[in-house]
């Protein structure tokens, strides 16, 4: 049986895109009118006592112990060890707005939600399968993916996981994703697809020509009359090596696109701003014709999902995200940072591109943290393991035909002996 809050939050969302693309569990969603709701309204209006929330409070601070002080002495205790709001701290939601608009000018003119945060990018990725994702609402991957794509999607969402083969003849395989989305559509009514750009594991990301086919694909299929969700990762957003890649990412061209397109943006400051350990990640989301109070409803569904598990993210790590995006050194220092990256990144492209192998294929790579190899003859565990137990190199095996390397955490001079021995090692299996 619904709950009667769930219900309403239907009832708003009942007509629209969100309505239609809604998981058994997705409409099940609500936000409780319990403790956070009314220790909201305590907030605001318990002038003289408030005796809502379950935090210890001396004369209406947080109390802090003086041993997590010392470590944080910049911060005051709201700011440390008081609880997070369940979307996360308003100001941080406001700047990561405005950052996203910013790095994605096309924006500018459209209607997007306010970022939800989230204790990391793997927690987009799992409540919008929660919202939107089920036994008959398969989610669409790439050929090879991040192996959690298909955990989320199978073990945790009991839903059917389908892939379209991301390469073929050594370029982005546009002609098989746009088979399987549309295959996906006749056969549901709906699709659901995430597109990784810059792709984990190959390091690849469309071109401008790639994102504009990408964004007709999606259009023809919405104006077929089915619903399209289109979830963008956009974890390493940015970290651009090429020339010919499409600057924006392709949520800036699918919000507010089509009645029948929601589009979703999965980003946050785990790898675009170096601060993996701070487990920050925000959703965001947009419908061509949802109206503010569509808007509102999604948003408390996606807070349910964080309510029901989480409860709230942490509050140091929004605190320091908040500080360092004022800081006027804060784009200085990333820009040296992906700098030393692309040093990276133009080391392993000499190597691939002047050593040939019999057994290694690189797979197209222009961005991100990673390049892979397609293995053509053998496995690509056996050759793991043996680099690891004769080398001493670590790398890793997504399949059994593909091995990923991260060259983001390979030292610059490195990276040659490094691919030297990948390639021997290969080379002698």
Same mark, same amino acid.
């Given at each position: ?30 936000? *409780? ?220 061209? &699918?919000?507010?696109?089509? *009645? ?67 800081? *006027? ?30 057994? &290694? ?26 680099? &690891? ?13 593909? &091995? ?26």
């Amino acid at each position: 049986m619904i709950n009667k809050l769930a219900q309403e939050l239907n009832n708003t969302l009942s007509g629209s895109v969100v309505d239609e693309l809604l998981s058994d569990m997705g409409k099940r969603l609500y936000f *409780p009118n319990g403790i956070i709701a009314q220790g909201g309204e305590a907030a605001k209006s318990a002038t003289v006592a408030n005796g809502t929330i379950g935090m210890a409070v001396a004369g209406g601070t947080p109390i802090e112990l003086d041993s997590y002080k010392k470590m944080m002495p910049s911060l005051n205790p709201r700011e440390t060890v008081a609880y997070a709001k369940t979307a996360g701290h308003p100001d941080i939601r406001k700047m990561w707005q405005e950052k996203i608009i910013e790095k994605n000018p096309d924006l500018k003119t459209k209607k997007i939600s306010l970022p939800i945060l989230v204790p990391g990018l793997t927690a987009v990725l799992s409540y919008v399968a929660d919202l939107f994702v089920d036994v008959d609402k398969p989610l669409l991957a790439a050929d090879p993916c991040w192996d959690n794509y298909e955990l989320i999607t199978s073990a945790r969402r009991g839903a059917d996981f389908h892939q379209f083969k991301c390469f073929e003849n050594g370029k982005f395989n546009i002609a098989d994703l746009e088979a399987k989305m549309k295959a996906d559509a006749e056969k549901y009514g709906s699709v659901r697809v995430i597109l990784n750009f810059p792709q984990n594991p190959s390091g690849y990301s469309p071109t401008k020509d790639e994102a504009h086919q990408i964004v007709q694909i999606v259009k023809e299929i919405a104006d077929s009359g089915k619903k399209v969700l289109v979830l963008s990762d956009d974890a390493y957003f940015g970290l651009n090596y090429e020339d010919d890649i499409e600057p924006q990412s392709l949520f800036a061209y &699918l919000a507010d696109f089509h *009645p029948n397109v929601l589009a979703i943006k999965a980003d946050g400051p785990t790898k675009e701003d170096f601060a993996w350990g701070f487990r920050t990640g925000f959703i965001t989301f947009s419908a061509k014709g949802l109206t503010d109070e569509q808007y509102t409803a999604l948003t408390t569904k996606f807070m349910a999902a964080i309510r029901s598990s989480v409860s709230c993210s942490s509050t140091p790590s929004q605190s320091f995200i908040i500080h360092a995006l004022t800081d *006027p050194a804060h784009n200085q220092q990333k820009a040296e940072l992906r700098k030393m990256l692309k040093g990276r990144y133009d080391a392993v492209r000499k190597f691939v591109n002047t050593h040939k192998s019999s057994v &290694l294929e690189p797979l197209p790579f222009n961005s991100g943290y990673f390049m892979s190899f397609n293995v053509k003859t053998g496995n690509a565990e056996d050759i793991r393991k043996k680099l &690891l137990a004769e080398k001493g190199i670590g790398i890793i095996q997504i399949d059994a035909n593909t &091995l990923r390397v991260a060259f983001s955490s390979i030292d610059e001079d490195k990276i040659e002996d490094v691919y030297e021995s990948i390639y021997n090692i290969a080379e002698a299996m």
